[in-house]
Every structure is written in C-alpha cells, then in structure tokens.
C-alpha cells in the first residue's frame, strides 16, 4: 500500500507541475495592442475660389447735409389770413406758402396813383401855359422872364410826377411782400405761425424753413493717408460715391465727389470730402449719419472667396484649402478687403482653390474633411448661423 502511494506521488507532482506551466505561460502572455481606430473625415462646407471683377473702396462716415435751406420770413408787418401749405409738403420755387393781408397796401397804392395823376394834371396845364407863352413870345406879346417861369413849373412837375411813379412802385413792391413764397425747391418743415397771427419782419423763427433735397450732399472723413491715391484717381475723372445706412445693408443713393478740402485736420489726422447725391427716391435726409463708400478702382478677375472662409491666427489671416486628398491644409493668405460678404485675396490662393467656408472649428492642418453638398451644406450653414447668433 505504501509502495502505491510513493508510485502516484510523483504522478501527481508531474501534473500539478504541468498546470503550473501551462497557467503561467497564459497569464504571461503578451497582450497584442490594440489597432487604432481610423481618423474620422470632419464634415465641412466648401467653396471654390473664383476671380471676377472687384471694386476697391474707401470707406468712411459722414453726415447729410441739405444743398439748401430757406427760412421764410416776411419783409412787412401784417396779419396772416391764409396758410397755403402743409406741413412736410414738398414745394417748388415761387409756390405760395402763405397770405398777409393785402388791403392796407392796396390803398396805399391807390392814394399814390391818385397824387400820380393830380400832379401829372397839373403838369398837361403847365405844359400848355408853356406852348402859349412861347407863341405869345414870338410876337412880342411875353416876356422872357414869363417864359421862363413857365418852363421851371413845367420841369417840377414832371419831377413830381416821377417821384410819385416812384412812390407807386416801391408799394407795389411792398404789395407783393404780403405773398410768402418759396425761394427754392425742397421740403416744407414745421409751420412757426398760425392764421390770424401778425407776423414780423424781426421774428426769430420766420414762417416755416423749407429744406432743398434734391440734390443733396454729403461731407465725410477719411484718413489722411488716402489722400494720394483720392488725388491721383481724381485727375482721371469724376469719382462714385456710394451711401449706405448705418449697419451696411441698405444702399440709399449714388453719387460723385465734388470737392477734397483743403486742409487736413490736424487733431484726427483725417480730410474732409464732400459728395453729391441726386437724392430722387429721398432716402437721404439732411443730419442723417451714413457710411459713405468712395470707389478708388475696380480690379480685374480678382480672387474672391467667402469673407466666413478666412480666419485669424498669431500669424495673421489664413484658410482651410480643401486638398485632393480630401484634407485640409493650413493657408496664409492677405486680405485686401472684406465687402458685401467676400473677401478680396491678393496673396495666398489661386483659382479653382477650394477652400472651406464652414465647419473650420474642427480642422487643424492635415485633418480628414468631408465636403457636404446641397440640403446638407444648407444646414450646415444654418446652424452655424445659429451659433454665431448665440451670445
């Protein structure tokens, strides 16, 4: 028996041994690592560069100024018995804005006429005395003297005559005085007096100022360091100017630069232009601010792309070109402007580029993109336009 047991110890030591390895060969094995997950591509909106003719501007901020302003006064006293206008209305030279009572004037006239013509009476008299005299004299029958006296009576009343022609003239001018007419064309502002009110040569706020807006101007600053090239483009011709409201969206009038002033500010550095405007639609009002836009040139086959592709970095500005490998490179390039959404590029891009417009956010140089086409840029577009909007 004990013999047994002595021979299946070391069986049972050979298969204990044998587990042994066979676990600790297992537990020590080398893990195989495990394989990388393949970069995912980052969906982008893109476009391509395209060149098209691009004007260069100068841009500035000025205010509108009315070509011409006409406070109506009157040149009499009188009560007003007649208003002829509305307020706001829009007027044209000579239009009648307003009646003062013309009766005080008529008889003035009257009275003047009536000495006119007793006086020329007296003078048809004088003149006929003077031919009997005369005719009395060549007979011998009147003195000279006589004929002389004759002739002195004669000359006062044609003088009187004439001061009283005189006199009947400047009532007449005084007459047309109590019709308040416009001066100029324009616009018609807030009335100052009311019917029935005498109104003054010497009161402060007239009758009503009326505001000429067609044409109109507008003065606007630029720095001084435009001078030169708004010289050099003004000896070839006339320049555009182009008005737009204050945030840029609305286009309220074109026009020409009439004048560069002649001195520059020494305080702000800057020189003040000014610019005409037909004004024919009145989106122009005077003391209105406005961003002016002087056109300096206008470049051939430019290339523009998306003013959102262009982004900002430590170096200055890049893009995101779309390579045709599908990835994204990292591009510097120079900006010569950003107008109406598009960037003007002069260093940096070539035609036919495509670059990425939306979605940069993800990229950095090299990355995997994926290009999104139709309803899928759209909305791309809108919810980066979403996320733009939230503060």
Known sequence: MKRGIIIALPVVLVIVAGGSY????????????????????????????????????????GTVQAYNTDTVR????GQIIKIAFTEGQEVK?????????????????????????RDQAHLENAQANLARDNQLGEKGFATAQAIETQKSQVAQLKAAVEADQAQIDQAKVQLSYTRLTSAIAGITGVRQIDVGNVIHPTDPNGLVVVTQIEPISLLFTLPQTDLPAIQEQQAKGPMKVIAYSQDNKTKLDEGKLLLVNNEIAQ???TVELKAEFPNREHKLWPGQLVNARLLIETRKDALTVAGSAVQQGQNGSYVYVVTPKQTAELRPVHVAQISDGRALIDEGLKAGDVVVIDGQYRLKDGSLVKELHGKAAREADLQSAVQDAIP
Request: negative net charge; hydrophobic residues 45%; without cysteine.
């Open 74 to 77: 009157s040149q009499i006293q």
């Open 267 to 269: 305080a702000t550095g």
């Open 93 to 117: 030279a000579g239009d009648l804005l307003a009646q003062i009572d013309p009766r005080p004037y008529e008889a003035q006239i009257e009275q003047l006429t009536a000495n006119r013509d």
């Open 22 to 61: 066979w676990y600790v060969k297992d537990v020590i094995r080398p893990v195989a690592p495990a394989a990388e997950p393949a970069p995912t591509a980052v969906p982008v909106v893109a476009s391509a560069v395209t060149g098209k003719d691009v004007p260069i501007y100068l841009r500035g901020i």
